[in-house]
């Protein structure tokens, strides 16, 4: 007997802020998972972009279109009959998805909205100005979503597996220091850190488990739940030397808070709440719209700290000697 091809579509996934550092990978997992995967851009020339450019070459379809213009989105997710749209953006553009849920209200055919949160659940945490302002704004979005019906998912994946610079605009690319550990207070607060290869995985199995509608989706991996003292001998273990440690205090952390300098007080603000406040591990998650991934698929497995500083490592080894 021949077996009969399916004929069951994939989902099409709409992703917006591809081009970031946490957008290509959530583009590049909705790839991976066989998705048809539309990615929108503002501009005629995104392609220029080698991240968005390698997304295309990998399978992605390229759209052109603003979520601030609701008409132009709802032609496009109509056109291309969107099931699920995913936001990653940032910055200023938080809000302008205040416009982007409208037009998926008016589309009326969104199965699932994943708008851009991918870091600490906002409800909860409570980070000092100017990061509270940012939390506020993902508030809106969230009330929003909730008063207009759409089926949402929201991805609360806490740290990306990296060192927790204070004082980098994007630490997650930054290599761990070669020179000397910042010790946040004494070091003791844990933290939970994921790959931004996992979070992208993991996002994408969410987004048709009918177990993640209207959930918040916490990111617990215990094999990565790590204080800052165990994450720099973690590292010396790579490196294969003693750094000196030097204590940032609470006040100093604050102090560049209050500076206001955008975004380096906003990640100075974070950092605050996550090693001084311990809003990643101070509740549990037992609320009814609360779900941990690690419970809803226990057979998959998260990189380790020790893996991901394994290929930090590999990039140092890969990096040219100055002067030469």
């Not at 056109?79 to 416009?99: F, K, P």
């Not at 008016?106 to 906002?122: A, C, M, N, Q, Y």
């Not at 979005?141 to 994007?170: F, K, M």
């Not at 215990?222 to 790579?238: D, G, P, Q, R």
Request: negative net charge; proline residues 4%; aromatic residues 8%.
């Amino acid at each position: 007997m021949v077996a009969t091809p399916s004929t069951e579509r994939t989902s099409h996934v709409l992703i917006i802020g591809a081009s970031g550092f946490m957008g290509h990978f959530i583009a590049q997992a909705s790839l991976d998972s066989g998705q048809t995967t539309y990615v929108l851009t503002r501009s005629s020339s995104a392609l220029s972009s080698s991240k968005i450019k390698a997304l295309h070459d990998n399978g992605a379809i390229i759209l052109h279109g603003d979520i601030e213009k609701h008409e132009v989105m709802v032609k496009i997710m109509k056109e291309h009959e969107i099931d699920i749209v995913i936001s990653i953006v940032g910055g200023e553009a938080i809000l302008h998805q205040l416009i982007l849920v409208h037009a998926i209200k008016s589309v009326g055919t969104i199965k699932r909205f994943l708008p851009s949160e991918f870091g600490h659940d906002v409800d909860r945490a409570d980070p000092v100005e100017p990061g509270l302002s940012m939390y506020k704004e993902k508030r809106r979005v969230r009330q929003l979503v909730e008063e207009s019906g759409i089926p949402y998912t929201y991805i609360c994946c806490n740290s990306i597996a990296s060192w927790p610079y204070h004082d980098n605009i994007h630490p997650s690319d930054a290599l761990p220091p070669l020179d000397h550990f910042d010790i946040y207070g004494d070091g003791s607060i844990k933290a939970y850190f994921v790959a931004g290869s996992d979070i992208g995985k993991f996002t994408m199995k969410t987004i048709n488990d009918t177990r993640t509608v209207n959930k918040v989706v916490h990111f617990r991996p215990l094999v990565n739940h790590l204080n800052i003292n165990e994450l720099a001998c973690l590292w010396e273990k790579k490196i294969q030397r003693t750094l000196p440690r030097r204590i940032v205090s609470e006040s100093d952390l604050l102090k560049a808070a209050s500076e206001n300098i955008i975004p380096q007080s906003i990640v100075a603000a974070f950092t605050h709440d996550i090693f001084f406040r311990g809003c990643q591990t101070f509740f549990s998650v037992s609320g009814t719209k609360d779900v941990e991934i690690g419970d809803l698929y226990p057979d998959e497995c998260f990189r380790t700290m020790d893996e991901c500083f394994e290929e930090f490592l590999m990039k140092l080894k890969e990096k040219p000697v100055e002067g030469s």
